[in-house]
């Protein structure tokens, strides 16, 4: 009985590691952070809590991964001089890609910060004492989704409106798509449990 305890026992712990780390890349500290910081900014100036919105996190995430590899200066992100905000040419398929288009996102607004190890103080200020600021505060937007990818964290303003709704027309199959994307995850650990023992 002993014998066969013990290496249960063992992949117990070790499946338990395992589903830890993988907890972690499932979901990211730091945009929740940001997300609980934003809201309470917004608290302070009597604005609405703005809610999660997946197409604008997805549309984060996309944008995240486009600025992964640029160096943070004092030109890129809430530095950004405006009018010189960086254009992406495959911004229809980012969009296309979150099951979105220009005409359900033009009135969102997209904020991109590099901050050197995405330090929680530092991200939000770049946020509220910057060009970004003016949007934080404004009552028209409603939504936000966060997208993090090395040292740049992006987040997405949605409005209640059609043009900046980040939601098509036909929401359903969306929806459907990102709520599998979490139960794909729950499995994969689920799974990856039971192999081990
Ligand atoms: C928010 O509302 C409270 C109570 O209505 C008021 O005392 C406070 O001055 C308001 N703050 C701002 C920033 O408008
Ligand atoms: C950015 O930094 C460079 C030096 O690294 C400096 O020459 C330039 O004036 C700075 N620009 C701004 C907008 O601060
Ligand atoms: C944003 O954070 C960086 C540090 O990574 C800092 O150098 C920069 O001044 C900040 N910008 C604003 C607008 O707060
Ligand atoms: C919102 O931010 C902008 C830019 O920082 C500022 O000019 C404006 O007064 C702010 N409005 C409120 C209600 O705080
Ligand atoms: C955007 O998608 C909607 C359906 O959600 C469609 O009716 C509309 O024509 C599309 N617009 C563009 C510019 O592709």
């Given at each position: 009985?002993?014998l066969?305890?013990?290496?249960?026992?063992?992949?117990?712990?070790?499946?338990?590691?395992?589903?830890?780390?993988h907890?972690v890349?499932?979901d990211?500290?730091?945009?929740?952070?940001?997300?609980?910081?934003?809201?309470?900014?917004?608290?302070?100036l009597?604005?609405?809590?703005?809610?999660?919105?997946?197409?604008?996190?997805?549309?984060?995430?996309?944008?995240?991964?486009?600025?992964?590899n640029q160096p943070c200066?004092?030109?890129?992100g809430?530095?950004?001089?405006?009018?010189?905000?960086?254009?992406?040419?495959?911004?229809?398929?980012?969009?296309?890609?979150?099951?979105?288009?220009?005409?359900?996102?033009?009135?969102?607004?997209?904020?991109p910060?590099?901050?050197?190890?995405?330090?929680?103080?530092v991200v939000?200020?770049?946020f509220?004492?910057?060009?970004?600021?003016?949007?934080l505060?404004d009552?028209?937007?409603t939504?936000?989704g966060?997208g993090?990818?090395?040292?740049?964290?992006?987040?997405v303003?949605?409005?209640?409106t059609?043009?900046?709704?980040?939601?098509?027309?036909?929401?359903?199959?969306?929806?459907?798509i990102?709520?599998?994307?979490?139960?794909y995850?729950s499995?994969?650990?689920?799974?990856?449990?039971?192999?081990?023992?």
């Amino acid at each position: 009985m002993a014998l066969v305890r013990f290496p249960l026992i063992f992949t117990l712990i070790l499946s338990s590691i395992l589903l830890s780390n993988h907890s972690v890349k499932c979901d990211h500290g730091e945009e929740d952070d940001l997300y609980q910081e934003i809201n309470n900014y917004r608290k302070t100036l009597n604005l609405t809590s703005l809610t999660k919105n997946e197409n604008a996190n997805c549309f984060a995430d996309e944008m995240a991964d486009q600025f992964k590899n640029q160096p943070c200066t004092n030109t890129t992100g809430a530095n950004t001089v405006p009018g010189t905000e960086p254009r992406f040419s495959n911004y229809p398929d980012l969009l296309n890609k979150c099951h979105l288009n220009i005409s359900n996102t033009r009135d969102g607004a997209v904020m991109p910060v590099c901050v050197p190890g995405l330090v929680s103080s530092v991200v939000l200020t770049n946020f509220t004492q910057s060009l970004y600021s003016g949007n934080l505060n404004d009552s028209k937007f409603t939504g936000i989704g966060i997208g993090s990818e090395d040292n740049w964290i992006v987040v997405v303003l949605t409005t209640n409106t059609p043009e900046g709704s980040f939601v098509p027309d036909t929401s359903n199959g969306a929806n459907l798509i990102s709520k599998f994307g979490l139960i794909y995850c729950s499995i994969f650990l689920l799974v990856g449990n039971f192999f081990l023992l």
